[in-house]
């Protein structure tokens, strides 16, 4: 499957931001879906996840509670709500699609439990 995310831009902290990634290639819904990630000199980290359904969502401790994560099967589509955004919030963010047979949080962490990759884009917080 090929991702595309878009959305990212330049926001001060406290705004909110929709991240948008669109997939093609293969049937959507046989994929979970997750963000991570990467701000300059630091390793990717994880942000969030949802099952094939949507059913269920994962987060990282540092979003948790700000970001929701949320998926369009009909549209090929999985977006990141990010409110109440901080300075530290500042990275590329990426989606990404796994095609993993068990998917808990203990996966959805884990960068490798992820077998496509969009090209990221850049997230801007000003403080």
């Known amino acids: 499957v090929q991702l595309q995310a878009f959305g990212g831009g330049l926001v001060q902290a406290g705004d909110s931001l929709r991240l948008s990634c669109a997939a093609s290639?293969?049937?959507?819904?046989?994929?979970?879906m997750g963000w991570f990630r990467q701000a300059l000199g630091k390793a990717r980290e994880f942000v969030g996840a949802?099952?094939?359904?949507?059913?269920?969502?994962y987060y990282g401790d540092s979003v948790k509670g700000r970001f929701t994560i949320s998926r369009d099967n009909a549209k090929n589509m999985v977006y990141l709500q990010m409110n109440t955004l901080k300075y530290e919030d500042t990275a590329v963010y990426y989606c990404?699609?796994?095609?993993?047979?068990?998917?808990?949080?203990?996966?959805?962490?884990?960068?490798?439990?992820?077998?496509?990759w969009g090209q990221g884009t850049l997230v801007t917080v000003s403080s």
């Open positions: 949802i099952t094939r359904n949507g059913g269920t969502t």
């Open positions: 990404a699609a796994s095609g993993t047979l068990v998917f808990s949080m203990t996966e959805a962490v884990q960068p490798s439990s992820f077998n496509s």
């Open positions: 290639g293969r049937p959507f819904s046989n994929y979970r």
